[in-house]
């Protein structure tokens, strides 16, 4: 069983950055497949990007361009994601999921406001 927590949300001005970070614990077999997901206040939630066990990345559109998710080199199944260029609609609790599972991380929030 695989448990993945969050940590690096906070608060940036619009066009700054924050980097955000899964980590898993438990037991693991090979790669993980981990997805970054958001859920803005009064909405549903959505994908912003994944990394799959094969190293591909798929992008939100919203998100292309300004975010980054990758691997650490050292301990592949953690997970960051590189958020740059802030915006305030980029507001909103992200979660980190283990794609393919029922396993969500418990959530950090990200506020973008001047």
């Known amino acids: 069983q695989v448990q993945l927590a969050e940590s690096g949300g906070g608060l940036a001005q619009p066009g700054g950055s924050l980097r955000l970070s899964c980590a898993p614990s438990g037991t693991m077999f090979g790669r993980l497949g981990i997805g970054w997901y958001r859920q803005a206040a009064g909405k549903q939630r959505e994908v912003v990007a994944r990394i799959f066990p094969d190293d591909n990345i798929k992008y939100a559109d919203s998100v292309q361009g300004r975010f980054t998710i990758s691997r650490d080199n050292a301990a592949q199944n953690l997970v960051y994601l590189q958020m740059n260029n802030l915006k305030p609609e980029d507001t909103a609790v992200y979660y980190c999921?283990?794609?393919?599972?029922?396993?969500w991380g418990q959530g950090t929030q990200v506020t973008v406001s001047s």
């Open positions: 999921h283990h794609l393919g599972t029922l396993t």
